[in-house]
């Protein structure tokens, strides 16, 4: 895994921030926990990204989206079930988002730049999300690389101190 996020990965983010967001917020009911839930989930989506990327083009379907709704989903119910008090959730709809209306005194390349597709770059916040994100899994990653390093040498040794006690016993 590498320690800085694809740009696809960026991307997805970007595409599914608002959504997640305030899906995370209905399911929760409180913003606080919702912004602690949200960053989860990526980093979730992030330990399994190439993965997921993988998959979905084998089966042509969108693993990634399915990952992320259930990642979601289980984030918030294991939430849920670690409150000492019954949590109401209601469900509320957010607005539809308010398209602005072209400045008039923009220019034409100003004008040009909202409409066409891929002139406008990521939003800060989307992009800062998936970077921290992406390095809290790429240092989960490490630290699991290093657990199954000791851990194999472990077994290693233990396995070659047994086989020589066992070859003392029983001579050569």
Do not use: C
């Not at 960026?10 to 599914?16: D, L, P, Q």
């Not at 923009?106 to 992009?127: C, F, M, N, Y």
């Not at 077994?155 to 101190?161: K, S």
């Amino acid at each position: 895994m590498d320690d800085d996020p694809p740009p696809d990965y960026v991307a997805f983010v970007t595409e599914h921030r608002r959504d997640l967001r305030g899906e995370a917020s209905r399911l929760v009911g409180g913003d606080a926990v919702a912004a602690e839930i949200y960053s989860e989930v990526l980093i979730d989506l992030a330990a399994h990204w190439r993965r997921l990327r993988w998959w979905g083009r084998i089966t042509r379907t969108d693993a990634t989206s399915a990952y992320l709704r259930r990642r979601l989903v289980g984030r918030a119910g294991r939430w849920r079930d670690e409150q000492i008090y019954p949590v109401e959730v209601l469900g509320l709809r957010p607005p539809p988002p308010v398209v602005p209306p072209i400045i008039e005194g923009g220019s034409l390349a100003l004008r040009k730049a909202e409409i066409l597709r891929g002139t406008t770059g990521a939003p800060r916040d989307a992009v800062a999300d998936a970077g921290i994100a992406w390095v809290h899994a790429w240092r989960r990653s490490q630290w699991r690389q290093i657990v199954l390093r000791a851990v194999t040498g472990t077994v290693l040794i233990v396995g070659m101190l047994q086989y020589f006690t066992w070859l003392g016993t029983h001579g050569p």
